[in-house]
RNA sequence: GCGGCUGUAGUCCAGCCUGGUAGGAUCUGAGCUUCCCAAGCUCGAGACCCGGGUUCAAAUCCCGGCAGCCGCACCA
């Protein structure tokens, strides 16, 4: 179909149909209650766990279920933004890129220009006879093999009667051609005002915006424009969480530069980093064997990789994604076949995460040339060409590679990576979350209520909180259970008040995956919170 | 959208066949106790997806709706 995958985006959308909390977590429960727990699948298992722990809930329970959409809670929310966070560190501000901030109410024509006004209007039939639906299209292209792109929908209608084609299912006849458009409508203005949609992706926003940003900064290729943001999608049936849902968030970049000049200043950072890349069917098994290791220099220099900026992008991007979490062996990119990629490509790669609802993907790299800038200048009539001023004096059309990340799907893939079942040594389930995206850096506990326990502790939060951490206070229950809590929901750090403290002002430091403690002052704890959250450690050792 | 399965406290389950006070665990709140890994005791809060039908009486039987899961289709 020609969405995401004919325009090489990444399809971010997932959908996870929270229909009423009660559904999601009710179902999970009941399709879990008649099975062990050894073999109930992992994504089951989590989604019980999410709601449970305010991680995800679903959206608009209390009216019921609205299939698509799922909001984050708490703890979701705070884990979500810090991968964010992460992300603008690592991709843009690492490197000087800009962000920016653009609508996700959009007018028809920028969306006909970038073609998705067309490529996500699906034609539709149905079956009079057995109800099953069809993509007139497909039905089409399956009997002559010839592409019925852009075909207005009387040439399908013509086309299937001319064809004489009937239900492949059951022989019966089918009905008229419909239409199903993946964009969310609504109207600007008063109430029969221009039609609009809510935006299908973050990246059109900075094709937009892209001649003024390039002007006020310094006239200068290359530019690199980043955007996180919520995007929307009309899916016909949102399944498995937060893999497709109609509301999701992306975190794009457009990297605009000259065809003749495809470099990245920062690539020797990257030069001799793994990518994990595969060259396969969209169907076709990814057998461990046919994924080639190059470093980054080698991906270019071999051509596998059509330019250095795709390949750094695709370096970080598994950096970043180890970062967070998710091991290398967990994923790979896939090399897009040239059947699979739009016209104007030079070039897909999607990365690949292995999770318990098997592959999913969760970026899309494509190295879209001048195709939207260029078409934005026809259908808006400005001269979007850039002078190069390198003694050539050409105006050209910038080319551009673009980043697209799916948050929601990555959220997910890092939670799967990240679970860790109880065992003898840990009696309860956890996440080995990293401490950059973990939803605390630390909790504080008094050891017990009294004796001044309680105000001590309450101290050390407010001095933290103070300084910009992210801590987390409890005094309920027994302190193993506050531990518990605390692993739970990710937490690397706990400091435990004791009468030690009173004494001599230090604190019980605990690391989250070993259990085991040390005792540091109280004036150090937010430097050593710092340094070890930096390092990552989470063990004593 | 089609088919199969399912819907009981925040969570996990029992009760349904054979109609008659909805039970347990966990979680949660308060108190007591407790000097470090889900301890204990006391008290408290919390549920039959919605609508209709049958019946003296419906969580239970029947019909419809809604939702979820799985499969198909569609879709990344």
Request: aromatic share 8%; glycine share 6%.
């Amino acid at each position: 179909m020609p969405n995401e995958r004919q325009d090489g985006k990444l399809g971010a959308s997932a959908a996870t149909d929270a229909h009423g909390i009660h559904g999601a977590a009710r179902n999970f429960q009941s399709s879990a209650s008649h099975a062990t727990t050894s073999n109930m699948p992992l994504h089951e298992k989590l989604m019980e766990i999410v709601i449970k722990r305010s991680i995800l809930l679903p959206s608009c329970e209390i009216y019921g279920p609205q299939g698509g959409f799922f909001d984050y809670g708490p703890i979701g929310a705070l884990i979500k933004h810090n991968v964010e966070n992460a992300w603008r560190e690592h991709f843009l501000l690492e490197d000087g890129f800009l962000e920016i901030e653009s609508s996700l109410i959009l007018p028809q024509a920028p969306l006909i220009a970038s073609g998705h006004a067309s490529n996500f209007t699906d034609p539709i039939v149905n079956c009079t006879k057995c109800k099953h639906r069809f993509r007139a299209d497909a039905l089409i292209e399956e009997k002559t093999n010839h592409k019925m792109e852009g075909a207005s929908s009387s040439d399908i209608a013509n086309k299937l009667a001319e064809l004489k084609i009937s239900c492949p299912d059951c022989k019966g006849a089918l009905s008229d051609v419909g239409y199903f458009n993946m964009m969310f409508t609504t109207n600007v203005g008063p109430v029969d005002g221009n039609l609009a949609y809510l935006r299908p992706e973050t990246a059109q926003g900075i094709f937009m915006d892209f001649q003024r940003i390039f002007r006020n900064s310094g006239s200068k290729l290359p530019l690199a424009i980043g955007q996180v943001g919520h995007s929307f999608r009309n899916e016909i049936s949102p399944r498995q969480g937060l893999v497709r849902m109609r509301e999701f968030t992306q975190m794009e970049i457009e990297y605009f530069f000259d065809p003749e000049n495809p470099k990245m200043q920062n690539f020797a950072n990257v030069a001799d980093e793994k990518i994990p890349i595969i060259e396969v069917g969209k169907d076709e098994h990814r057998h461990k064997d046919k994924i080639a290791h190059l470093t980054a220099s080698e991906a270019v220099s071999s051509g596998t990789v059509p330019n250095e900026i795709m390949a750094y992008f695709m370096a970080k991007q598994i950096k970043f994604y180890q970062m967070c979490g998710i091991p290398y062996e967990k994923m790979h990119f896939r090399k897009l076949a040239a059947n699979e990629t739009p016209h104007y490509s030079k070039g897909n790669f999607d990365l690949e995460v292995q999770t318990s609802y098997g592959l999913i993907e969760t970026i899309g790299n494509a190295y879209r040339t001048d195709f939207d800038l260029s078409s934005h200048a026809t259908h808006s009539k400005q001269d979007l060409a850039v002078l190069i001023d390198d003694g050539s004096k050409r105006r050209i059309i910038p080319h551009v590679v673009e980043p697209s990340m799916g948050v929601d799907r990555m959220f997910w893939c890092i939670l799967e990576a990240t679970y860790r079942p109880a065992t003898k040594e840990k009696e309860w389930e956890w996440f080995d979350l990293p401490p950059v995206i973990a939803p605390y850096l630390a909790c504080v506990f008094p050891l017990m209520k009294k004796d001044g326990m309680s105000e001590a502790a309450q101290q050390i939060v407010a001095d933290l909180r103070s300084n910009h951490l992210a801590v987390q206070y409890s005094e309920t229950g027994s302190i193993g259970k506050r531990y518990a809590r605390a692993d739970e929901i990710g937490v690397p750090y706990c400091m435990t008040i004791d009468y030690t403290t009173l004494e001599d002002k230090t604190v019980t430091l605990r690391f989250r995956n070993d259990g085991k403690q040390v005792r540091i002052k109280i004036d150090e704890i937010e430097q050593k919170l710092r340094e070890y959250a930096k390092e990552g450690k989470v063990t004593v050792e």
